[in-house]
């Protein structure tokens, strides 16, 4: 069975229990079993667990945590165990969501509290699909009358889903859906992002790639919205023409690992397959490493500025420049780059700037 695990997010008053229903039909007749884990906060709140019942704001969210996580554990067995070829477990917010609502300081001690790390919860998800705050570009549409666990003011839910935002900011698959469209057409292009992901029809990407002048790392790393992530990338012998790598992913000794195989379709348009490998597995296949290619190491900077998500990749063999890459579920959007990032030239096309043509460049 082929089982993904996505997170809806967003700030308060986003349209989370609407897109539960969207998902619910969409995803059932392409054939998907859906499971939905529910919010944990609304669980909690509404039976008397709370930041304000319990002795400490850290006291109530190291609970919080650790039922969010009892709780995808079940779902994820309970899955196991059905008779279905594709299945999708949607959770009502994840693990990170928690770190919105603490000091740096508490979500420190609440995850050494459970033995964990920020990588590995954040990154124990397939896909992160944020839904922005109707505070935010819809303002006559927020409301706290439909969840009585929902207290904040408008400005409140504002600030709350910027937070939000950074606490996923660094996944590996992270999308916003804003409010500049209607609501109905939110939730269609909600659908269509995960449709995207999940690779119906077909598991392709939409990629776009600028050469930059070497970014400002001071103010990239001052920026709530940007994370900072260590990648070390292999690539593998083929012998069917397709680009096959392995990647090691993380910081801070907290690393997670990937398998994936590219075919091109078109300039811009390629089917990707991604599989999470265990460090054993990871380890076995670098035995299988192409050695007419180096190691990629490379510092990427993850930055979601105006609703997109891009990833600043910079290199320790330029002093210069760097790339920015940026993932589309259209080939027609239009990109917004802060100011701060200067562009050079597009090198989508350009087989020089790819990370297997960079490979070869000799140290």
Same mark, same amino acid.
């Given at each position: 069975m082929e089982i993904s695990k996505i997170v809806i997010t967003g700030g308060p008053c986003a349209g989370k229990s609407t897109a539960m229903s969207w998902i619910q039909n969409a995803f059932t007749q392409l054939g998907y079993t859906v499971l939905f884990v529910p919010e944990t906060a609304t669980e909690l709140i509404t039976g008397g667990v709370a930041p304000w019942t319990c002795g400490t704001n850290l006291d109530y969210q190291k609970c919080q945590l650790r039922l969010q996580?009892?709780?995808?554990?079940?779902?994820? +067995? =309970?899955?196991? !165990?059905? *008779?279905?070829?594709? =299945?999708?477990?949607?959770?009502? $917010?994840?693990?990170?969501?928690?770190?919105?609502?603490? @000091?740096?300081?508490? %979500?420190? +001690?609440?995850?050494?509290? /459970?033995?964990?790390?920020?990588?590995?919860?954040?990154?124990?998800?397939? =896909?992160? %699909?944020?839904?922005?705050?109707? =505070?935010?570009?819809?303002?006559? %549409?927020?409301?706290?009358?439909?969840?009585? #666990?929902? @207290?904040? !003011?408008?400005?409140? #839910?504002?600030?709350?889903?910027?937070?939000?935002?950074?606490?996923? !900011?660094?996944?590996?698959?992270? $999308?916003?859906?804003?409010?500049?469209?209607? %609501?109905?057409?939110?939730?269609? *292009?909600? /659908?269509?992002?995960?449709? !995207?992901?999940?690779?119906? &029809?077909? &598991?392709?990407?939409?990629? $776009?790639?600028?050469?930059i002048e070497y970014p400002d790392i001071s103010w990239l790393e001052s920026n709530p919205a940007c994370q900072r992530i260590e990648i070390i990338q292999t690539y593998l012998k083929s012998t069917t023409g397709d680009e096959v790598r392995v990647r090691q992913r993380g910081i801070n000794g907290s690393y997670i690992y990937f398998q994936t195989i590219k075919k091109r379709v078109s300039d811009l348009k390629r089917v990707e397959i991604e599989r999470r490998l265990s460090q054993s597995e990871y380890l076995r296949l670098l035995m299988d490493a192409d050695t007419t290619k180096r190691q990629i190491r490379k510092t990427r900077y993850c930055l979601t500025y105006e609703n997109q998500y891009f990833e600043i990749d910079v290199y320790p063999f330029w002093t210069d420049k760097a790339i920015v890459e940026i993932e589309l579920s259209d080939e027609n959007t239009t990109i917004t780059f802060p100011e701060q990032i200067k562009i050079i030239k597009e090198v989508t096309d350009d087989e020089a700037y790819k990370n297997a043509s960079l490979a070869k460049i000799k140290s």
């Open positions: 996580i009892e709780k995808e554990r079940v779902f994820e +067995q =309970a899955c196991g !165990t059905m *008779r279905a070829e594709k =299945a999708l477990i949607v959770c009502d $917010r994840g693990t990170l969501d928690n770190k919105a609502y603490m @000091t740096e300081d508490e %979500f420190s +001690q609440a995850i050494s509290d /459970i033995n964990s790390t920020e990588v590995e919860l954040r990154d124990s998800y397939d =896909a992160v %699909f944020h839904l922005t705050s109707a =505070a935010k570009g819809a303002v006559e %549409f927020y409301t706290t009358a439909n969840n009585s #666990a929902r @207290t904040e !003011t408008v400005e409140e #839910a504002s600030l709350l889903d910027d937070k939000l935002i950074s606490a996923w !900011t660094g996944h590996p698959h992270l $999308r916003v859906i804003d409010n500049s469209t209607t %609501f109905d057409n939110k939730m269609k *292009r909600l /659908i269509k992002e995960i449709s !995207t992901f999940l690779g119906e &029809p077909e &598991p392709f990407e939409i990629e $776009r790639k600028y050469l």
